[in-house]
């Protein structure tokens, strides 16, 4: 049903003859249920009757362990943000970005302070990890980029910033069928 259903009205003010129409808004609702100890909460944020994120606090303490997100709005939850420590701080997102029921992109915070110290991806959408940044330093930049061109499921390629500048610049190929500048 539409908002703009008259039918769906809620206020009528008189404005000299016209009639404006205040239609009812759902500006959606959290269902907090207890199974087993947990507390968990379903919200629907945008009214639509899909879940927008299912919250899983696992020994109510009333900080979230883990939450299911429908991050683009597509009536899938197809995130997950997970908090294995219970500090209130995700120390890990796992998503699936191109909605094939696999997880295609990591990301962790290893040293818990709130900045991602590791990103790892599917570019190629194969359900296999090729891509992976790493700050090692956890200074906030990429220092290790571990590249696996050939699909395979092993490196071919490491790359890192061996002069710690925030620039990566030393290229080791670790199959040198991957290295483009060396002759076949």
């Known amino acids: 049903m539409s908002e703009y259903d008259p039918s769906h009205d809620t206020h009528v003010e008189d404005h000299g003859g016209d009639q404006y129409q205040e239609p009812e808004h759902d500006y959606g609702t959290t269902i907090e249920t207890h199974v087993h100890g947990a507390t968990i909460y379903t919200t629907d944020a945008d009214g639509d009757g899909h879940a927008d994120e299912v919250a899983i606090d696992s020994d109510s303490d009333g900080i979230i362990d883990r939450a299911y997100e429908d991050t683009d709005h597509d009536g899938q939850l197809e995130t997950l943000v997970v908090d294995s420590d219970d500090d209130g701080h995700a120390d890990a997102v796992y998503a699936d970005t191109n909605h094939d029921g696999r997880v ?9 302070d709130g900045v991602v ?7 190629n959408h194969d359900g296999v990890i090729d891509t992976v ?16 061109s050939n699909e395979d499921g092993r490196p071919d390629v490491v790359v890192t910033d061996t002069d710690g500048d925030g620039v990566l610049d ?7 069928h991957a290295n483009p500048y060396a002759s076949h």
């Open 104 to 112: 295609d992109d990591v990301q962790l915070d290893r040293n818990e």
């Open 117 to 123: 110290d590791v990103h790892a991806q599917d570019t």
């Open 133 to 148: 940044h790493v700050d090692r330093d956890f200074d906030g930049r990429e220092d290790l980029r571990i590249v696996d």
């Open 170 to 176: 030393t290229a080791h190929y670790v199959d040198p």
